[in-house]
Nanobody, 119 residues
Framework: QVQLVESGGGLVQPGGSLRLSCAAS????????VAWYRQAPGKESEYVAL???????LYSDSAKGRFTISRDNAQNTVWLQMDSLKPEDTAVYYC?????????????WGPGTQVTVSS
């Protein structure tokens, strides 16, 4: 069982930066791929970035070049550094951790943290 808690959201002006954290409890965190998703009001959930246990990362087109995902398995934490923020980045950001156990998907979600980009 893994519990995830996001933090670091808030209100920031366009062009500003925020650093989101995803803290995980439970063992074997390094076995999980961790991803960030976001959901804006009235819109579907959108994938932002992911990082494997070994530190390989992938980004959505909207995040590429502006966001950086990183992790420290010893601290059971994943971060999302968000720079050059735009109003369209406003959303609730969710942390997701998953791994495959045989044919089953072992998956967990955090409660989310609100990011608002506005002047």
């Amino acid at each position: 069982q893994v519990q995830l808690v996001e933090s670091g959201g808030g209100l920031v002006q366009p062009g500003g930066s925020l650093r989101l954290s995803c803290a995980a409890s439970g063992a074997l965190f390094s076995q999980y791929v961790v991803a960030w998703y976001r959901q804006a009001p009235g819109k579907e959930s959108e994938y932002v970035a992911l990082i494997t246990g070994g530190g390989n990362s992938l980004y959505s087109d909207s995040a590429k070049g502006r966001f950086t995902i990183s992790r420290d398995n010893a601290q059971n934490t994943v971060w999302l550094q968000m720079d050059s923020l735009k109003p369209e980045d406003t959303a609730v950001y969710y942390c997701n951790a998953y791994r495959m156990l045989g044919d089953e998907n072992d998956e967990y979600w955090g409660p989310g943290t609100q990011v608002t980009v506005s002047s």
